[in-house]
């Protein structure tokens, strides 16, 4: 579970700022600032909104910016956010959220930027360095990640999503005990935190210890039945048990590739951090003459720039 399956840490320091509905002031002040012929010639004045109003309408806009991320219009919401900042540039929270807009409508510069003057603003929000941890992993810093989501964990750490992202940035980093103690401490904090147990699977069986990670596999199918990754990991790793498995890992392994034909792909697989061991086993397995007309229909539909997992 890598790169691509991974959440955004932004929305949870956000969520923690109540965002009221816009008051009939407020609408008045944000008619004058998007409507520049608003005031006409006959009238001899232009009308300076007052501090709250401002602050009325750069929370109205923010509220309205939320709603469009919920609804999947990152661009459109990075454009709202970006008038909240304007209006309101001491308030961290519009910065986190145009970080979040940025970052769902692949701006990831900007977002960095964005980051950082919010960090400036409450050095002390966890939520802050978990987002710009994520956003290094992200940008193939595992390094810069480690030291960041560490800075925030002195903050919060009783937080399972960072912690997800510690161990993936310390697997990254070719530490896979302090990965696995990572995702260990992550699905602690989380029940159903399947990602986390996936992820703990994926440190045991490189490391030999293969009887765990097909029972941490059988565990996250109980959570979550239809996701791809662990269905065709556990099909993997029953087949490397030998032929007295075989006819179950046959079905999980077309079951696996309908519902995400993506890990149909090695590099795909190493995108998500699989280790060598079980992308050699999978490669083999998928090469059996059973599997032979699932694989060609996977390879046809794999598309690994997206995948149906991404939004987990």
Known sequence: MGLRARRSRITAALSKAVLPVLSGSAIAALTLISTPGAAQALVPYVYVPRPQELEGAGLG???????????????????????????????????LLLAEAQLRSNQLKPAAVSLARAKQLDPRNAGIWFAEGSLALRNSNP?????????????????????????????????????????????????????????QALVLFEQGDRNAAINRWRAVLKIKPDAAEPTLALAAGLYAQGPQQRQEALQLASRALDADPNYVLESYQKEQLWGAQLRTVTQKLLSLQELKATVERAHANASPEGSPEEDL
Do not use: M
């Open 143 to 199: 390094q810069q990640a480690v030291s960041l989501l560490q800075e925030g964990l002195k903050l919060d750490n009783r937080n399972a999503g960072a912690f997800f992202d510690l161990g993936n940035a310390h697997l990254l980093l070719g530490n896979p005990r302090a990965a696995l103690g990572d995702f260990e401490r992550a699905a602690s904090l989380r029940q159903g935190f399947w990602e986390a147990i996936n992820n």
């Open 61 to 95: 806009i923010a509220q309205a910016a939320s709603r469009l991320l919920r609804l999947g219009q990152a661009a459109d919401a990075a454009r709202l956010a970006a008038l909240t900042v304007q209006l309101l540039p001491q308030d961290p929270r519009g910065w």
